[in-house]
């Protein structure tokens, strides 16, 4: 069936620091990808999308590449701060009988330090 | 537009007991998600609604559960005689069709949970 796998965390960075968290996939057709982010007592909160080969999605200096020769959509930052600390699910939605319920992965904890 | 809320946040229950947790999605959005996260995992999922009709429920939602979406709007999960493997946050998520090119890709908005721990 389709899957995610996510870098095991917690990744633990400075402040201003670059970050990568990377994210592969494993689908039957071809899916649409998301990185969602969790801050600590609060539900997900969709952070970026792509739906195609080679689409780029950013946010709040956050991007990700849908990358399909590789099955990858790894998530980087140039210079995280302390507010980015949360985790953070690569998922992937795809058609099935027109649900497109998403599937995630297991989540990878960050931790800024100032 | 407020998000999407969930009711209660927080539920301590013994083992044996009924629960029953509601969601409100977000008020113009057709479909309705359930999901459960332990600790260490993503989320997974248990049913969704399009407007009142139930589509598709997975395999982890066992004859203990029910939800119920009876006017196409909040919807409420029931868990009967808990157990204290179903400890869990429950997560409930909306979703519309979305416009343009995009049109299938239904985004999801997440409530902020109820965590329930069965004693």
């Known amino acids: 069936g389709d899957s995610v796998t996510q870098m095991e965390g917690p990744v633990t960075l400075s402040e201003e620091a670059c970050l990568t968290i990377?994210?592969?996939?494993?689908?039957?057709?071809?899916?649409?990808l998301f990185w969602y982010v969790q801050y600590p007592g609060e539900g997900l909160q969709l952070l970026l999308k792509?739906?195609?080969?080679?689409d780029k999605g950013s946010n709040k200096g956050f991007e990700a590449t849908y990358r399909k020769e590789t099955t990858s959509f790894h998530l980087e930052k140039g210079s995280v701060q302390v507010s980015d600390s949360a985790v953070y699910f690569c998922?992937?939605?795809?058609?099935?009988?027109?649900?497109?319920?998403?599937?995630f992965g297991r989540g990878t904890s960050l931790i800024v330090h100032p | 537009d407020t998000g999407v809320s969930q009711d209660p946040r927080h539920k301590i229950t013994k083992r044996g007991q009924n629960v029953t947790f509601r969601c409100d999605p977000i008020s113009e959005h057709n479909r309705l998600y359930w999901y459960r996260q332990t600790l260490g995992q993503g989320p997974e999922f248990l049913t969704y609604f399009q407007n009142e009709a139930q589509l598709e429920k997975s395999r982890l939602l066992s004859d203990r559960f029910s939800a119920e979406r009876p006017k196409g709007s909040f919807s409420t999960l029931e868990i009967q005689r808990t157990e204290q493997g179903d400890s869990a946050m429950y997560l409930c998520a909306s979703s519309s069709r979305t416009s343009g090119r995009e049109a299938k890709i239904y985004e999801q908005y997440f409530g902020p949970g109820t965590r329930l721990t069965v004693t």
């Open positions: 990377n994210c592969t996939y494993t689908a039957t057709g071809y899916p649409s």
């Open positions: 792509a739906t195609k080969a080679d």
């Open positions: 998922a992937l939605s795809i058609s099935s009988g027109g649900s497109y319920i998403p599937t």
